[in-house]
C-alpha cells in the first residue's frame, strides 16, 4: 500500500519508519524543512530506542520525507498525525488539524479514485466528524463517496514507540464507512493485536478515556504515597500489594514526582474542558491535574527541611526527561522543580544523558553538566527527577558532594540513604 503521513514528530515519524517496515510504501510530509532533511539523510530528530536503525534500513528505498504535499495523491491513505497542543483554557488546539485538512483536500483535487484520510493525532470528540471530513471534503470538492475518514488513535509510549508500534495492546479504527476502515485495518496486516472496530466518536473517546484513566493511577498512586509517608511506611510495598490484583494490575502504579510527557496533562485537560461544555462536572478529572500539580512542590518541601536557606547552595538534579529513554522535556516535573529552586535562589546543576539541550531551550540560566558526577561535585544537595537506570548504579559518586542529602522523585537508587518523596 502507499500511504502518506502529514506530520513527522514522535508519532508521525514512527508510523512512517514501521509502516515502511512493515512494506509499505512511505511518503513523510512535515513543514520543517530541517527534519525533512535530517530524515532524508537517515538521522531520527528524536532519540527513540531502535527508530534510527529502522530508519536508515528504509529511508531513500520505500521511506521519504518531503515539505511538500504534491506527492500525497499517489498514496490510498492519508495519516494526519500533526500535533494539537493546549490552548491556555486546556482545550486542543486543533488548527494543525484545519490546515493539514485543508491541504490535504487541495491535493486531492484531481484524484479520481478513492481515498481515505486518517486521524492519528489525539482530538477531542467529534474532530474527525465535525472539522477533518468537512474540511477536506470541501477543498478537494469531493463526495463523502470519494473520500472515506477514520479515526485510529496512537497509544505509543515515548522511549518504547518502535516495540509498541509494532506490538500494540490494541489497534482502534473509528471509520465512516466499512471500507474506509477496512483500508486502514489492512495497513496494519502483520501485525498481531486484536483490532478494535468502532466508529469515529468511539474511537477518539477511547484515546481520551485511556490516558485520563493511566493519569488517574498515577495521581491515586501518589496521593497514597503521601500518606504513606507520613505513616513512614512504603507506598512501593503497599502498591505492590494492591497491584497484584488482577483488576487493579501492576502498572502505572509507581508514587513519585507526578506524571509529565506531551500527552497526560494536555489530553486529561482536553477532556476536562470537553466535559464542562457538555455540562459534565468532571470533579475526578480536575483531581487528578491538581494532585499532579502540587506533586512536585512535595520534593522541594523535603529539601527545604534538610536545608533550610538554599538561596547561594549548589543542587545537583539528575534528571530532566519526563522519563527515562527519551529526550522529550514536554511537562517534565524537572521544569517546575528546578524553576522553584532558582527562584529560591539555588545554583542548579542538571544532567540528563540525553534531555540536556532539550531542556536547555526551556531552562537556559542553569548549569548543564556531562556527567552525573560533574554535577554532584561539591554539591549541598540531590534531587533524581527521572528514573534513567544509570542513576541505579550511583554510588561513589555521592562521596564528590560537599553534604549528603540525596532525595529521589523516582524510586531508582540503590544506596541506603535516600529519602525518596513519598516514601
Ligand atoms: P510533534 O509536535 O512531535 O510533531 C508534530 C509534527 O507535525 C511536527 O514535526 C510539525 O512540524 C508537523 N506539522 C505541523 N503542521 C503541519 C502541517 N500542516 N503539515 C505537515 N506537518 C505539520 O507531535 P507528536 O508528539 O508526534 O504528537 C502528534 C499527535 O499525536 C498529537 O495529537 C499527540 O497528542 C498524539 N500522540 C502523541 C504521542 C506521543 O507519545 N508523543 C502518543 C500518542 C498520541
Not at 11 to 40: P, Q, R, Y
Not at 166 to 184: C, F, H, N, W, Y
Not at 237 to 252: A, Q, S
Not at 296 to 305: A, D, F, S, Y
Request: charged letters at 25%.
Amino acid at each position: 500500500m502507499r500511504i502518506s503521513i502529514v506530520g513527522g514528530g514522535y508519532v508521525g515519524l514512527v508510523s512512517a519508519t514501521c509502516f515502511a517496515d512493515l512494506g509499505h510504501s512511505v511518503i513523510l510530509i512535515d513543514i520543517d524543512e530541517d527534519k525533512v532533511e535530517a530524515i532524508n539523510c537517515g538521522m531520527s530528530p528524536i532519540y527513540e530506542r531502535g527508530l534510527m536503525e529502522l530508519l536508515s534500513a528504509h529511508v531513500g528505498r520505500n521511506l521519504l520525507a518531503t515539505t511538500g504535499y504534491e506527492d500525497l495523491v499517489s498514496t490510498d491513505l492519508t495519516l494526519i498525525c500533526v500535533g494539537t497542543p493546549p490552548l491556555p483554557d486546556g482545550s486542543a488546539d486543533l488548527s494543525m488539524i484545519e490546515s493539514a485538512s485543508t491541504l490535504i483536500g487541495n491535493s486531492l483535487e484531481d484524484k479520481e479514485k478513492y481515498h481515505v484520510v486518517a486521524v492519528k493525532s489525539t482530538v477531542s470528540p467529534g474532530t474527525t466528524q465535525n472539522l477533518v471530513m468537512p474540511t477536506v471534503l470541501k477543498h478537494s470538492d469531493k463526495s463523502a463517496s470519494k473520500i472515506g475518514f477514520v479515526m485510529n488513535p496512537e497509544f505509543l509510549r515515548e522511549g518504547l514507540a518502535v516495540q509498541d508500534f509494532m506490538k500494540p495492546d490494541r489497534i482502534v479504527i473509528g471509520s465512516s464507512d466499512e471500507l474506509a476502515g477496512d483500508t486502514v485495518e489492512s495497513a496494519y496486516r502483520g501485525i498481531d493485536a486484536p483490532i478494535v472496530r468502532t466508529g469515529l466518536i468511539a474511537a477518539e473517546m477511547i484515546k481520551y478515556a485511556s490516558n485520563a484513566f493511566l493519569a488517574t493511577k498515577i495521581s491515586f498512586s501518589n496521593e497514597i504515597g503521601n500518606v504513606c509517608k507520613k505513616l513512614g511506611i512504603d507506598v512501593y510495598e503497599v502498591m505492590k500489594g494492591v497491584g497484584l490484583d488482577h483488576r487493579i494490575t501492576p502498572y502505572f502504579l509507581n508514587a513519585g514526582v507526578g506524571f509529565g510527557g506531551s500527552c497526560f496533562q494536555k489530553d486529561v485537560s482536553a477532556l476536562i474542558h470537553f466535559a464542562e461544555r457538555m455540562e459534565v462536572t468532571p470533579v475526578l478529572l480536575r483531581s487528578v491535574i491538581e494532585v499532579n500539580e502540587q506533586q512536585p512542590m512535595k520534593i522541594v518541601e523535603i529539601l527545604l527541611k534538610n536545608i533550610e536557606y538554599i538561596n547561594g547552595k549548589r543542587v545537583a538534579v539528575l534528571g530532566l526527561a519526563f522519563k527515562n529513554d527519551t529526550d522529550d522535556v514536554r511537562e517534565s516535573r524537572a521544569v517546575p522543580v528546578i524553576k522553584e529552586l532558582v527562584g529560591r535562589g539555588a545554583l542548579v546543576a542538571a544532567y540528563d544523558p540525553k534531555a540536556n539541550e532539550s531542556m536547555r531551550e526551556i531552562l537556559p540560566e542553569i548549569e548543564y553538566c556531562k556527567s552525573a558526577s560533574q554535577a554532584l561535585t561539591d554539591a549541598d544537595a540531590c534531587l533524581v527527577l527521572t528514573e534513567w537506570p544509570e542513576f541505579g548504579d550511583l554510588d561513589k559518586e555521592f562521596e564528590l558532594m560537599r553534604s549528603r542529602v540525596i532525595i529521589e522523585g523516582r524510586r531508582i537508587l540503590s544506596c541506603k540513604d535516600a529519602e525518596g518523596i513519598c516514601w
